[in-house]
């Protein structure tokens, strides 16, 4: 069964400056997709970022940026310019090709943004 | 686009008592359907997931049962709830036929029993 770990229960990070969160994963599986959602106090979960494990190239959505380094089975999230309404939990997963969708997440990172 | 809508938000309910949360997807058909729970602090555990009409999957043993008695459609549900019961219920969708990998979720549930 995969596993996915977050050795990071808290990361706090100054407004503008940039937070990098990480995120391994165990698999024997070559393709995949890997996720970054963020849970915000209204407990809503949204997706940050997707990676396909097939792509070579790291995934970017405006501030957010992916470290994927798949023979290392590593899959960090950096946020830079860091802003006040990134404060959430963030919670990486995985998910292989063929499990109906069923999302594998690790324990979560809470990220605290002071002013 | 598509939505997903979840209810009730917030429940209190005895032990003993039953257990119904609905969810309903719009924009879409035929979508993979799937129920979450989250304890406090921790992460989420998938305790359902449907491909379609009638068709449940269980991933966990527990006090709970799904249905989808329509496409856009899935309830979660209990005869009688335990205290371990307590938690938050997310309800999420992903594309069936032309699966993007990613799952779309819906607001949440927070369950407490007493």
């Known amino acids: 069964a995969q596993t996915v770990t977050q050795s990071q229960p808290e990361m706090s990070v100054q407004e503008a400056e940039t937070v990098t969160l990480s995120c391994t994963y165990d698999?024997?599986?070559?393709?995949?997709?890997l996720f970054w959602y963020k849970q915000p106090p209204s407990r809503q979960m949204i997706l940050v970022i997707r990676q396909e494990a097939y792509k070579q190239q790291n995934a970017t959505e405006n501030r957010f940026s992916v470290n994927f380094q798949k023979a290392a089975k590593s899959f960090s999230l950096k946020i830079s310019d860091s802003q006040l309404g990134d404060a959430a939990m963030y919670f990486c997963?995985?998910?292989?090709?063929?499990?109906?969708?069923?999302?594998?997440f690790g324990a979560g990172t809470q990220v605290v943004v002071t002013p | 686009s598509q939505t997903i809508h979840q209810w009730p938000a917030t429940l209190v309910q005895p032990v003993g008592s039953p257990l119904s949360l609905e969810c309903t997807v719009e924009g879409t058909s035929n979508p993979n359907l799937y129920w979450y729970r989250q304890a406090a602090g921790r992460g989420l555990q998938l305790l359902f997931y449907?491909?379609?009409?009638?068709?449940i999957s269980s991933e966990v043993p527990q006090n709970l049962s799904a249905s989808r008695p329509q496409d856009r459609q899935f309830i979660l549900s209990s005869k009688k709830l335990l205290l371990s019961d307590s938690g938050f219920y997310l309800c999420?969708?992903?594309?069936?036929?032309?699966?993007?990998?990613?799952?779309?979720f819906g607001e949440g549930s927070r369950l407490t029993v007493l």
């Open positions: 999420a969708w992903s594309w069936g036929a032309s699966d993007t990998g990613e799952l779309f």
């Open positions: 449907s491909v379609g009409i009638g068709q």
């Open positions: 997963a995985y998910r292989s090709t063929d499990s109906w969708g069923k999302l594998q």
């Open positions: 698999t024997s599986e070559s393709d995949y997709y």
